[in-house]
């Protein structure tokens, strides 16, 4: 079974940028639909973007235009380029496999252990 680590999370201002990065083990990576959520503190999980096995892609509309999921099955990694950073975005980010493609967190069934992103004003 696949495993999940996330990494790059980090403090960053408002307006900046991070990328994050979720290295899987196991040889059926490129098979999984992938996908990243995020918790902030005292929220609910929700969806950010996902990216199918076949590179499709989909977002949650309040990071539209500044997030960009990207997969690269060589490396058995799925990142998550987040730009223009604003402090509603702060949370503990996921990213998760599953096999059926799309945005409810029931779908993914193995989650990493999550990465901090703070976001100063």
């Known amino acids: 079974q696949v495993q999940l680590v996330e990494s790059g999370g980090g403090l960053v201002q408002a307006g900046g940028s991070l990328r994050l990065s979720c290295a899987a083990s196991?040889?059926?990576?490129?098979?999984?639909?992938m996908g990243w959520f995020r918790q902030a503190p005292e929220k609910e999980r929700e969806f950010v973007a996902a990216?199918?096995?076949?590179?499709?892609?989909y977002y949650e509309d309040s990071v539209k235009g500044r997030f960009t999921i990207s997969r690269d099955n060589a490396k058995n990694t799925v990142y998550l380029q987040m730009n223009s950073l604003k402090p509603d975005d702060a949370a503990v980010y996921y990213c998760?496999?599953?096999?059926?493609?799309?945005?409810?967190?029931?779908?993914?069934?193995?989650w990493g252990q999550g990465t901090q992103v703070t976001v100063s004003s």
């Open positions: 998760a496999a599953g096999d059926i493609f799309g945005r409810q967190a029931g779908f993914y069934a193995i």
């Open positions: 196991g040889s059926t990576f490129s098979s999984y639909h």
């Open positions: 990216i199918s096995s076949s590179d499709v892609t």
